[in-house]
């Protein structure tokens, strides 16, 4: 390679290719218990495990004073398509995080669940362990496809969501990187069998077909939805799988492409974006579509800068025709990859089916299965499950998981679906959550109902603000000023987060606070406000505020709800109200409100 070719790539291109198939230096650097530290390049490396390396930022400037290192330790994160899991299995991450972790454990917006504090020396054990339960951590992070998400409720008065679970583990096989690094690292060594063997010596990575040998330039996200249900908000996803059904026969998926959450405010040239539909492919042509479409990312991304390397803006910058054609030069390549005979693929790919999202369900609440067993949604703020004050939800959860509930779901709003219930628990069940003191879906407000935050400070390194530690006092603010304006039926989207990244999707949201920066004399976080998404996820939000101080974000919205209350229109929703009216008539009355609130002076 050349000097100039060189210059193209970001560093994490070479650690990637030097990497020989993701092994890197990971196990020779676990084996120093000298430091909670690890370099840069194993840092890399071990996102693909499943593993974010982090530190207690509350911690830092303490034990800066006292000379020691950061308060280092890793996030783990499981992949878990569909979010199905066992009660073992959920008991077992309990067990874990009690034994390796921080105690808690942290169901995500991508129906995954997140262990934190797991320490450099326990590591190896928590995810050997989270192997040892069926589970694993592979792909969870890092360039490469993350967990497969789809709509996780057990209806089954029909087929249709079965099948697209079976979908989810299809897929999420079919883009599972081929290397043995992980087995041989986490698990055992394939040829010894031995526990601990450094397996970095290895001269050649394994070949992979569909990743190469640097993977995706980033992370790529795939999520699967129905028309009348889009709970996993299928056009934030790199590649979206609408499911279209005649009955209980899947006809095929509407494909869309290039959603994505994150942004650099700063940066012009970096922005959130909602997928666009680029074909229909049938049941038997998915997986070479879906092959084409990575490839076309992994040939094309740009591998020089990581904020311009999402598929988003490849489609952004080619328009989607041409990414249509590209991808349909493409499948040849991906029917090969697939086993497919040549021309198994419709080429050029048929246009969308006509059906689009109509529809959201959070699946909050007891419903019938239709196999005779019952299952609860249950809502769990911000996806935190912990023992602390009167809320028990982890002793709760232990009991439940232990004799009353065989499975679970995971949603991407962070909450928990408790599966397979025989119809004669019920009652038991709503009294051990009442004993320990955990809120059912009626007990809790609309505006609770819909709201959630990323983990954000003290952990995460890229957070600027608060975010998961703020949002449930900044809830009981804002219950208050819906409840006043008798709206507290209104159903409504509220995601924060502690930074522009966008990991609990703020900017298809009603409401969307984001973290910006910090006052410099107080501390006290800055947020912008987008304004005008929707509760099924079809719409971005725009700007309304910016560099608003956390203990105003609520005034900033009270004129923004007495506004809706007055001139929506017959069955309005807020995102579609704010949405109609725009961001300069909701200032103008804002700042109208303001005027008639400022006190008169005597001259």
Same mark, same amino acid.
């Not at 539909?277 to 879906?290: N, Y």
């Not at 598929?311 to 041409?322: D, M, N, P, S, T």
């Given at each position: 390679m050349s000097e100039q070719e060189a210059v193209k790539r970001s560093k994490v291109e070479f650690i990637k290719e030097a990497s020989v198939g993701l092994r890197g230096k990971i196990l020779t650097e676990l084996a120093d218990t000298s430091s909670g530290d690890v370099t840069g390049e194993t840092e890399r490396l071990l996102k693909f495990h499943g593993t974010y390396h982090q530190d207690d930022r509350d911690l830092r400037k303490e034990r800066k004073k006292q000379g020691l290192e950061k308060a280092f330790s890793f996030m783990v994160r499981n992949r878990i398509p569909g979010g199905k899991i066992t009660a073992a299995q959920f008991l077992g991450e309990l067990r874990i995080a009690d034994e390796l972790g921080n105690q808690t454990l942290r169901l995500t917006t991508r129906q995954s669940i997140q262990l934190h504090g797991v320490i450099k020396d326990n590591l190896w054990d928590t995810i050997h362990q989270i192997n040892q339960i069926h589970l694993s951590t592979q792909s969870a992070c890092g360039d490469v496809t993350r967990n497969v998400c789809c709509c996780p409720a057990p209806l089954r008065f029909d087929s249709r969501r079965d099948q697209l679970q079976d979908w989810a583990d299809k897929i999420a096989e079919h883009v599972r990187p081929k290397t043995g690094a992980y087995r041989e690292i986490w698990i055992e060594d394939l040829e010894s069998g031995e526990r601990r063997r450094v397996v970095e010596e290895r001269a050649e990575a394994e070949d992979e077909p569909l990743y190469g040998k640097t993977y995706m330039p980033r992370k790529f996200k795939i999520g699967i939805a129905l028309p009348d249900d889009n709970c996993i908000d299928v056009y934030s996803? =790199?590649? %979206?799988?609408? *499911?279209?059904?005649?009955?209980? &026969? #899947?006809?095929?998926?509407?494909?869309?492409? /290039?959603?994505?959450?994150?942004?650099?405010?700063?940066?012009?040239?970096?922005?959130?974006?909602?997928?666009?539909?680029?074909?229909?492919?049938?049941?038997?042509?998915?997986?070479?579509?879906?092959?084409?479409?990575?490839?076309?990312?992994? =040939?094309? %991304?740009?591998? *020089?800068?990581?904020?311009?390397? &999402? #598929?988003?803006?490849?489609?952004?910058?080619? /328009?989607?025709?041409?990414?249509?054609?590209?991808?349909?030069?493409?499948?040849?390549?991906?029917?090969?990859?697939?086993?497919?005979?040549?021309?198994?693929?419709?080429?050029?790919?048929?246009?969308p089916h006509p059906a689009d999202v109509v529809g959201h369900d959070d699946h909050m609440g007891w419903y019938p299965q239709g196999d005779g067993k019952w299952f609860l949604g249950l809502p769990i703020e911000n996806g935190r499950v912990h023992d602390q004050g009167t809320l028990r939800l982890k002793s709760a959860l232990r009991v439940l998981f232990t004799d009353y509930v065989p499975n679970a779901r995971l949603t991407m709003q962070q909450n928990l679906l408790l599966c397979d219930i025989d119809e004669n628990r019920q009652t038991d069940i709503n009294r051990i959550l009442a004993d320990h003191g955990v809120a059912t879906v009626e007990q809790i407000s609309a505006t609770r109902r819909h709201a959630y935050a990323c983990p954000a400070l003290p952990t995460c390194g890229l957070a600027v603000t608060e975010s998961e530690r703020v949002l449930p006092a900044l809830i009981d603010e804002i219950e208050r000023e819906v409840a006043g304006l008798g709206l507290s039926g209104e159903e409504f989207t509220i995601r924060m987060t502690g930074c522009p990244n966008g990991c609990a999707r703020p900017y298809n949201a009603d409401i969307g606070l984001v973290g910006r920066s910090v006052d410099g004399k107080t501390g006290e976080g800055k947020y912008t406000i987008f304004l005008g998404g929707n509760l099924i996820s079809t719409r971005l939000g725009v700007v309304y505020k910016d560099l608003v101080l956390l203990s105003q974000i609520t005034a900033e919205l009270k004129p923004v709800l007495e506004c809706f209350q007055r001139h929506r229109t017959p069955g309005e929703s807020l995102g579609d109200f704010c949405d109609r009216y725009g961001m300069d008539m909701l200032e103008s009355f804002a700042a109208s409100q303001a005027d008639t609130t400022q006190p008169t002076t005597d001259t």
């Open positions: 996803h =790199d590649l %979206g799988l609408l *499911a279209i059904f005649d009955g209980d &026969r #899947l006809l095929g998926f509407n494909v869309s492409v /290039g959603g994505g959450m994150g942004t650099t405010p700063s940066n012009k040239l970096c922005f959130p974006a909602l997928g666009q539909r680029l074909g229909f492919v049938t049941p038997s042509e998915t997986l070479a579509v879906i092959s084409a479409i990575i490839m076309v990312e992994r =040939d094309f %991304g740009d591998r *020089a800068d990581r904020k311009q390397a &999402r #598929l988003k803006y490849l489609v952004h910058r080619w /328009g989607i025709e041409a990414i249509k054609a590209k991808v349909e030069e493409y499948l040849p390549q991906a029917e090969s990859l697939c086993g497919l005979p040549a021309g198994s693929v419709t080429n050029p790919l048929p246009t």
